[in-house]
């Protein structure tokens, strides 16, 4: 006997999904049809696998829809079908309902896919690689489960922590980078603009002479100036090479391993890795998936692919039967607190449980390594960009301020 998710029409006109067990499409088929069940598509167990459909990828023509576009879309799906409504109704509802035109296109053609007869979980994986991989196993969990609504709820709960973290990060950042931006900018404009127009008036010192800092600011804005054309270009097309290989493979996995090497930012980026993928765990176990299946889908979530590329390694360690503990020892980059409460909730069959408080643990550690590593990072930039500011600034009225003193006095 085999499972066959069925996409059905009730006698009372509602579009459902159910799991049945039979040997075959066909008597699974008949059975449902000696039921009363109007029966729109019977899928195969080779393609109701969580694995098989979350790899199964789509066109992709549609770009991403925003977090807090499909945070909204999710929390209103659950609550219609919370309130049973049928999902192809809903679906239609909040497609009309959406103010995001990405999110309406994307809703349309799920719409058309589930009106085809296909299940809520197909309709989405078909979309390609606009949802995670994590929120098409979740649907598909809910649907064999049969308890699609409290699946979504968790999602919701699971997408707002991952979208409250990631608006922190980004909140945080935000003004060292606008600092250092502004702190650069500045500089430029004193080593192109000013110093050069400044330079002029030095040439009426030249009997005194001029201070050794002063020669040496000069000379580079004198040399930054007159290859300017030949410079600046050179800069953008470094640049240009840079951004092209950091969005190769290979560029993307050597940025994120040598970030992890950098002092309070590789231990921040370890704790947030390590909170979202034991949350994304969580989320999925709570769904009736496997462990390896979960496993296997929560490692995508992990954003440094350094940290994903050893979390991805241990799943032949799972699938031979160690545990799971043991086999994340073995990627080497999990705190070993996070380890330890893994453990005792493995042994404890407590697993899924003890996953959300090192989520929460994890999140909360996170935050506090934020503001470490901003409170670091303001100081620090002030120091070396008002360093050098000053040192122009110094270099530009040193000659003006030795001129005053070694004139004679009446």
Avoid at 27 to 48: H, I, S, W
Wanted: a positive charge.
């Amino acid at each position: 006997m085999a499972e066959f998710i069925c996409r059905l029409g009730t006698p009372a006109g509602e579009v459902v999904t159910r799991t049945v067990e039979a040997a075959g499409v066909q008597e699974a088929r008949v059975r449902l049809e000696r039921e009363g069940y109007r029966v729109f598509a019977v899928t195969p167990p080779k393609t109701t696998g969580v694995a098989a459909l979350t790899r199964r990828g789509g066109s992709g023509a549609h770009p991403r829809v925003k977090a807090g576009d499909f945070l909204l879309f999710n929390q209103q799906l659950a609550a219609l079908i919370r309130a049973g409504i049928p999902i192809l109704q809903a679906i239609s509802m909040l497609r009309k309902r959406s103010v995001s035109a990405r999110l309406r296109a994307v809703l349309a053609d799920v719409e058309e896919e589930i009106r085809g007869g296909a299940a809520l979980s197909q309709a989405f994986a078909k979309q390609g690689t606009i949802f995670p991989r994590i929120y098409t196993a979740s649907i598909l969990a809910g649907e064999r489960s049969g308890a699609l609504d409290e699946i979504l709820s968790r999602y919701v709960t699971y997408m707002r922590r991952s979208v409250g973290v990631r608006r922190k990060v980004r909140g945080a950042l935000a003004y060292p980078m606008l600092l250092l931006a502004a702190s650069f900018g500045m500089v430029v404009f004193l080593t192109v603009y000013v110093v050069p127009r400044m330079s002029n008036l030095f040439k009426d010192f030249s009997k005194t002479g001029l201070p050794l800092l002063t020669q040496i600011v000069v000379g580079i804005s004198n040399w930054v100036t007159a290859n300017l054309f030949w410079f600046g270009p050179l800069i953008a097309i470094t640049a240009a090479a840079i951004i092209i290989w950091s969005r190769t493979p290979g560029g993307k996995l050597t940025i994120d391993r040598n970030i992890l090497k950098i002092p309070i930012i590789g231990q921040l980026l370890i704790q947030i890795a390590t909170a979202q993928a034991t949350r994304s765990l969580a989320t999925l176990l709570a769904g009736g998936i496997t462990l390896v299946e979960s496993w296997e889908i929560a490692a995508e979530s992990i954003t440094n692919r350094e940290l994903r590329q050893r979390s991805s390694a241990i799943l032949p360690m799972i699938r031979e039967g160690r545990s799971f503990t043991e086999s994340l020892e073995s990627a080497d980059w999990m705190p070993e607190l996070a380890l330890d409460m893994i453990g005792i909730g493995e042994r404890s069959g407590s697993l899924r449980e003890m996953l959300e408080e090192v989520s929460v643990f994890y999140d909360a550690e996170a935050e506090v390594k934020l503001e470490q590593l901003t409170t670091t990072l303001e100081p620090a930039i002030l120091i070396v960009m008002g360093g050098v500011v000053i040192t122009i600034l110094l270099a530009i009225y040193l000659p003006i301020i030795q001129s005053i003193s070694n004139a004679p006095t009446r």
